[in-house]
């Protein structure tokens, strides 16, 4: 999320954390992978219609054993594409790079999975791992880039339900003086807040 990154290209550790967190075989994510990396070279960018083939093969990769995979129509793709570029492209190119994709995946795809012991703390805590300048902590920039990527996302489509804390609040309940907090603090501040828990559980689109 934004542009401060600890980590620049996806990787070995992202393949295997992400088919961890995500219940999806490790050979299915690579595959998925060099395929993007194939039909994007170095650019290493995709753009909407790529967005939507990249997460219903996620989606439908992610439904194993007997389940049959619910149903996602273009209509859901397209909502689900424009709400996910209008709070991850935040530099308005209409491009997200492979690492920004995998980051929305985790954050934004909500189904209920009872036999799995993944958490919503489990991918926020990929995110952050990924993306974290200060490993093991975040800073007060950091925390604030990270909850406007959510604020964006979640208000999009429903103005009537804005978030009720604003960012110096949120941070005022965390930070102890030294302009930073330990990332495991932070992660279950932010999986526990009432603005945010319902949405980084629920079902999606």
């Known amino acids: 999320m934004g542009k401060s990154h600890s980590k620049s290209t996806f990787s070995q550790w992202d393949l295997d954390r992400f088919s961890n967190v995500t219940g999806i075989p490790r050979a299915r994510v690579e595959q998925l992978y060099q395929e993007f990396v194939a039909s994007t070279g170095k650019d290493n960018q995709m753009d909407k219609k790529e967005f939507r083939r990249l997460y219903r093969e996620l989606y439908l990769s992610a439904k194993?054993?007997?389940?049959?995979?619910?149903?996602i129509t273009e209509h859901d793709l397209e909502k689900l594409a424009d709400r996910v570029f209008k709070a991850f492209d935040s530099d308005g190119t209409?491009?997200?790079?492979?690492?920004?994709?995998?980051?929305?995946?985790?954050?934004?795809?909500?189904?209920?999975?009872?036999?799995?012991?993944?958490?919503a703390r489990d991918r926020?805590?990929?995110?952050?791992?990924?993306?974290?300048?200060?490993?093991?902590?975040?800073?007060?920039?950091?925390?604030?880039?990270?909850?406007?990527?959510?604020?964006?996302?979640?208000?999009?489509?429903?103005?009537?339900?804005?978030?009720t804390t604003t960012w110096e609040q949120h941070w005022s309940r965390l930070d102890d003086g030294s302009g930073r907090v330990p990332q495991e603090k932070f992660v279950e501040y932010v999986t526990t807040s009432d603005d945010y828990k319902n949405n980084l559980n629920r079902a999606l689109p």
């Open 94 to 119: 209409g491009k997200l790079s492979f690492e920004q994709f995998v980051n929305a995946y985790l954050l934004l795809d909500r189904r209920d999975e009872p036999n799995t012991a993944i958490t």
């Open 124 to 163: 926020f805590s990929y995110v952050l791992d990924h993306h974290n300048p200060t490993p093991g902590f975040i800073t007060r920039e950091h925390g604030e880039q990270v909850l406007d990527h959510l604020n964006r996302y979640y208000t999009v489509d429903d103005v009537s339900k804005p978030v």
């Open 64 to 71: 194993t054993g007997s389940d049959i995979p619910a149903v």
